[in-house]
């Protein structure tokens, strides 16, 4: 740098010294200048008006990735910007070169490897003698941690307004923020809470004993999350999961607090509803049975701490299947609302009612007399309440639905437990079911084994039918004289293993499981092919034999058709196959008398058996096809024992004999009681003093040989 002055017009060797120290004094202030430059912390460089590097120092050099020598009059500034700042700077830059100055303008230097580093450039023009400008000398700061900060800022404050309310406190606790969130969720704007402790958004007393734990364990732990209920502007009730977090300042100490919560309650609500689903049964909103478990523990403590007895019912509607079979599973659905309805009404306050699925309910009993014997009495009462209850018709719009129920019951015990109970109850209820329905079985001890050989007895059952295990006996019906006039055919099981079974022991089972169709059909089928075997013979030509018909075989709707069928399939005289009813049987069959007409039409004849058990008025025996009745041997066994029973044997065969029809007195096992019969007017017997029931071909061998019962100890054997 040269200067020259003009100030005076003679030479000043003086003055001329005086420059040459003031250019050395100014070189060396330039050379401390570009000194500190060089070393300072922020980039630095002088470019010319085209950009070309004049000066650069070293952190720039650093940043650019270059060195001096391979950009100080070579490279162009430009070239170490990224591509949009090129633009931009390039677009200032010759403007600001003549007329002054860059302020903190924002672009992006690139390294040697392209990295890119936000920087704030701000330059000045340095001008010559003339006061032209000729070069730029700027300064420029690494806005790194600037921008980063920002952008920290920018994503506090986005996350700020999220979708959780958040509430920022002093390190006093009172509120000094809070986002839309809160407002929205709360129903408190700003102004309402700023200043306020969020104890003002707490539901209620227990709550706020609550929240000042919470604050105990924040302050302790710094941190806390938790459900908790709170109070919205409106008063409503709403649930929010909160987090609370303390801020701390570089010293340690407490800055501020800041909740943040998100409104669950819709959530709880669907929580809760889905728990109530599981719970309860979708038809009747009973209990079902997976809350039935929890029940019962609960009932059965109950019960061992006050002392009161408890049980357990299991009821079962009967044929409800056929309800939902031929009326539809609608016509189902409202009879177990409408059953719902029924044991309710039954049922007091303490007791529960839970649905097990289909028509099974549980009843538990409680607050029942301390004392088994008249806690079971109580127990008792209520089952046969709704026994009561569940017989009543079920009354529709257009139809009337008949149903009834079985209950099992048992005792609340010290010992038992739900799964205890519950096998109990189920066990109890198999008995009720098995005695004919609607009525009600307590558990006992033993009932297991008994269930047990049921079982094992249906099993049997079904295995004697597919191995033809099954015989007939014949037992001769006699007149007065001893000459046989008929026979009954009776059933008999020749098990593998036990030997002869008579029917008591097999036949409540096979009606009970339906397996009396197939036997039923097969000793009629036998016993035709037995009646057409004797009308080929001349001596026994003219027998009569009845078969036993069963309730459950009489009430099919195809029992005639299956009757006319066999009859006419063994071509016999139907006139002489005698079917066998029982009273209770024929008063509560339907179409009873037209079922018995249809098979009277085609000859076949009926009688009426163990007659005068059943309790049926005589009257009503008049309407009946009937040719025969037997009058029961309880009433045979007691002649001469109990007068009652012989006005009721003499009443029998009076009407009988008013209406025309044959008696005959089964049991007749002593001369008394035949004389007594037979002077009293009854024309036919049946009884081990004529014979017990033999197989046919005993029964055949004595025909052929005898035809007449004159020797009775000959059938004695
Ligand atoms: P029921 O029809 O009243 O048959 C008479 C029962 O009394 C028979 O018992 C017979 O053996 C028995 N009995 C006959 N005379 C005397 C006597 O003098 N003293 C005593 N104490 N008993 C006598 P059984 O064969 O054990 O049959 C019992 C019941 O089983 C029958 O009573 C009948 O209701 C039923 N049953 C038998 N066979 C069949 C069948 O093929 N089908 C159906 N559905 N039931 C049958
Ligand atoms: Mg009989
Ligand atoms: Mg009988």
Redesign the pocket.
Same mark, same amino acid.
């Given at each position: 740098m040269s200067k020259t002055s003009t100030s005076s017009p003679v030479p000043d060797t003086s003055s001329a010294t005086n420059v040459a120290d003031l250019e050395a004094k100014l070189r060396s202030l330039e050379q401390e200048i570009v000194g500190v430059y060089e070393h300072a912390p922020f980039g630095s460089h002088t470019l010319d008006a085209d950009g070309t590097f004049l000066a650069v120092n070293k952190r720039e050099l650093a940043w650019i990735g270059s060195s001096s020598e391979a950009l100080i009059g070579k490279k162009k500034f430009l070239d170490c910007l990224s591509e949009k700042s090129r633009s931009r700077f390039q677009a200032v830059y010759s403007e600001a070169f003549a007329n002054g100055s860059i302020e903190n303008m924002e672009l992006v230097l690139l390294g040697k490897e392209g990295e890119e580093r936000p920087i704030a450039l701000s330059s000045v023009g340095v001008k010559d003698t003339a006061g032209n400008v000729i070069k730029h000398r700027a300064v420029i700061f690494d806005t790194t941690q600037n921008r980063q900060h920002e952008l920290q800022q920018r994503i506090a404050s986005v996350a700020f307004e999220s979708l959780s309310g958040m509430c920022v406190t002093d390190s006093q606790g009172a509120i000094i923020r809070v986002n839309n969130a809160f407002v929205r969720v709360t129903g408190y704007g700003p102004q309402e809470v700023i200043g306020k402790t969020p104890l003002m958004l707490i539901s209620g007393q227990h709550e706020k004993a609550r929240y000042q734990a919470i604050q105990a364990s924040v302050l302790a732990h710094g941190v806390w999350h938790g459900e908790v209920a709170s109070r919205r502007r409106d008063g409503q009730l709403h649930t929010v999961w909160l987090s609370i977090n303390k801020v701390m300042g570089e010293d340690g100490a407490t800055t501020h607090y800041i909740g943040s919560f998100v409104d669950i309650t819709a959530m709880k609500s669907a929580e809760a509803a889905a728990l109530h689903c599981a719970a309860h049964d979708a038809l009747t909103q009973l209990p079902n049975r997976r809350s039935l478990e929890e029940l019962t523990a609960k009932a059965a403590a109950r019960a061992r701490l006050s002392g009161c007895g408890g049980a357990m019912m299991l009821i079962d509607l009967d044929h409800f299947k056929l309800i939902n079979d031929t009326r539809g599973h609608d016509v189902g659905d409202k009879v177990l609302i409408e059953t719902v309805h029924r044991l309710r009404g039954v049922l007091s306050r303490a007791d529960s009612l839970a649905r097990l699925g289909g028509d099974e309910f549980v009843v538990l009993l409680e607050e029942l007399s301390g004392t088994p014997r008249e806690a079971e009495a109580q127990a008792r009462r209520v089952g046969e309440e709704i026994l009561a209850v569940l017989s009543e018709d079920y009354v529709f719009d257009h139809f009337t639905c008949r149903s009834s129920g079985s209950i099992g019951l048992d005792m609340f015990s010290d010992a038992a437990n739900y799964a205890d109970l519950l096998k109990h109850v189920d066990l109890a209820l198999y008995q009720s079911k098995y005695g004919g329905r609607n009525t009600l079985r307590f558990f006992f001890a033993n009932m297991q084994n008994v269930v047990s050989d049921r079982i094992t007895l249906e099993e049997d059952l079904r295995q004697g039918l597919v191995r033809h295990e099954f015989i007939?006996?014949y037992?001769p019906q006699v007149n007065h004289v001893g000459g046989i006039v008929g026979a009954?055919?009776?059933?008999?099981w020749l098990h593998p293993e036990r030997g002869l079974i008579?029917?008591?022991e097999f036949?409540a089972v096979?009606?009970e499981t339906g397996l009396?169709l197939p036997?039923?059909q097969w000793?009629l089928e036998t016993?035709c092919a037995q009646l057409k075997r004797w009308e080929g013979d001349a001596r026994t030509g003219q027998l009569e034999l009845?078969?036993? /018909?069963?309730a459950y075989?009489f009430r099919q709707p195809d029992f005639v058709a299956s009757v006319k069928q066999v009859v006419a399939a063994s071509d016999i005289n139907p006139a002489r196959l005698r079917l066998?009813l029982?009273e209770s049987m024929v008063f509560n069959v339907d179409n009873t008398i037209e079922k018995m007409n249809a098979l009277r039409e085609v000859g076949v004849m009926f009688v009426l058996?163990?007659f005068g058990t059943g309790y049926s008025s005589l009257s009503s025996l008049t309407r009946l096809p009937l040719s025969q009745i037997?009058i029961?041997?309880s009433f045979?066994?007691n002649i001469g024992i109990q007068p009652t029973d012989s006005v009721i044997i003499q009443t029998i065969i009076a009407m009988a004999d008013a209406l025309d029809m044959d008696v005959v007195a089964?049991? /007749?096992?002593t001369e008394q009681q035949f004389a007594f019969l037979h002077r009293n007017g009854c024309n036919l017997f049946?009884?081990?003093?004529y014979s017990?029931?033999v197989p046919a071909d005993a029964f055949d061998a004595f025909m052929n040989r005898a035809g007449r019962l004159a020797d009775v100890s000959c059938w004695q054997s």
């Amino acid at each position: 740098m040269s200067k020259t002055s003009t100030s005076s017009p003679v030479p000043d060797t003086s003055s001329a010294t005086n420059v040459a120290d003031l250019e050395a004094k100014l070189r060396s202030l330039e050379q401390e200048i570009v000194g500190v430059y060089e070393h300072a912390p922020f980039g630095s460089h002088t470019l010319d008006a085209d950009g070309t590097f004049l000066a650069v120092n070293k952190r720039e050099l650093a940043w650019i990735g270059s060195s001096s020598e391979a950009l100080i009059g070579k490279k162009k500034f430009l070239d170490c910007l990224s591509e949009k700042s090129r633009s931009r700077f390039q677009a200032v830059y010759s403007e600001a070169f003549a007329n002054g100055s860059i302020e903190n303008m924002e672009l992006v230097l690139l390294g040697k490897e392209g990295e890119e580093r936000p920087i704030a450039l701000s330059s000045v023009g340095v001008k010559d003698t003339a006061g032209n400008v000729i070069k730029h000398r700027a300064v420029i700061f690494d806005t790194t941690q600037n921008r980063q900060h920002e952008l920290q800022q920018r994503i506090a404050s986005v996350a700020f307004e999220s979708l959780s309310g958040m509430c920022v406190t002093d390190s006093q606790g009172a509120i000094i923020r809070v986002n839309n969130a809160f407002v929205r969720v709360t129903g408190y704007g700003p102004q309402e809470v700023i200043g306020k402790t969020p104890l003002m958004l707490i539901s209620g007393q227990h709550e706020k004993a609550r929240y000042q734990a919470i604050q105990a364990s924040v302050l302790a732990h710094g941190v806390w999350h938790g459900e908790v209920a709170s109070r919205r502007r409106d008063g409503q009730l709403h649930t929010v999961w909160l987090s609370i977090n303390k801020v701390m300042g570089e010293d340690g100490a407490t800055t501020h607090y800041i909740g943040s919560f998100v409104d669950i309650t819709a959530m709880k609500s669907a929580e809760a509803a889905a728990l109530h689903c599981a719970a309860h049964d979708a038809l009747t909103q009973l209990p079902n049975r997976r809350s039935l478990e929890e029940l019962t523990a609960k009932a059965a403590a109950r019960a061992r701490l006050s002392g009161c007895g408890g049980a357990m019912m299991l009821i079962d509607l009967d044929h409800f299947k056929l309800i939902n079979d031929t009326r539809g599973h609608d016509v189902g659905d409202k009879v177990l609302i409408e059953t719902v309805h029924r044991l309710r009404g039954v049922l007091s306050r303490a007791d529960s009612l839970a649905r097990l699925g289909g028509d099974e309910f549980v009843v538990l009993l409680e607050e029942l007399s301390g004392t088994p014997r008249e806690a079971e009495a109580q127990a008792r009462r209520v089952g046969e309440e709704i026994l009561a209850v569940l017989s009543e018709d079920y009354v529709f719009d257009h139809f009337t639905c008949r149903s009834s129920g079985s209950i099992g019951l048992d005792m609340f015990s010290d010992a038992a437990n739900y799964a205890d109970l519950l096998k109990h109850v189920d066990l109890a209820l198999y008995q009720s079911k098995y005695g004919g329905r609607n009525t009600l079985r307590f558990f006992f001890a033993n009932m297991q084994n008994v269930v047990s050989d049921r079982i094992t007895l249906e099993e049997d059952l079904r295995q004697g039918l597919v191995r033809h295990e099954f015989i007939l006996h014949y037992q001769p019906q006699v007149n007065h004289v001893g000459g046989i006039v008929g026979a009954e055919a009776l059933v008999r099981w020749l098990h593998p293993e036990r030997g002869l079974i008579c029917p008591g022991e097999f036949m409540a089972v096979a009606e009970e499981t339906g397996l009396i169709l197939p036997l039923g059909q097969w000793v009629l089928e036998t016993a035709c092919a037995q009646l057409k075997r004797w009308e080929g013979d001349a001596r026994t030509g003219q027998l009569e034999l009845s078969v036993n /018909v069963s309730a459950y075989q009489f009430r099919q709707p195809d029992f005639v058709a299956s009757v006319k069928q066999v009859v006419a399939a063994s071509d016999i005289n139907p006139a002489r196959l005698r079917l066998e009813l029982t009273e209770s049987m024929v008063f509560n069959v339907d179409n009873t008398i037209e079922k018995m007409n249809a098979l009277r039409e085609v000859g076949v004849m009926f009688v009426l058996d163990d007659f005068g058990t059943g309790y049926s008025s005589l009257s009503s025996l008049t309407r009946l096809p009937l040719s025969q009745i037997k009058i029961d041997q309880s009433f045979v066994r007691n002649i001469g024992i109990q007068p009652t029973d012989s006005v009721i044997i003499q009443t029998i065969i009076a009407m009988a004999d008013a209406l025309d029809m044959d008696v005959v007195a089964e049991g /007749v096992e002593t001369e008394q009681q035949f004389a007594f019969l037979h002077r009293n007017g009854c024309n036919l017997f049946q009884g081990y003093l004529y014979s017990r029931p033999v197989p046919a071909d005993a029964f055949d061998a004595f025909m052929n040989r005898a035809g007449r019962l004159a020797d009775v100890s000959c059938w004695q054997s």
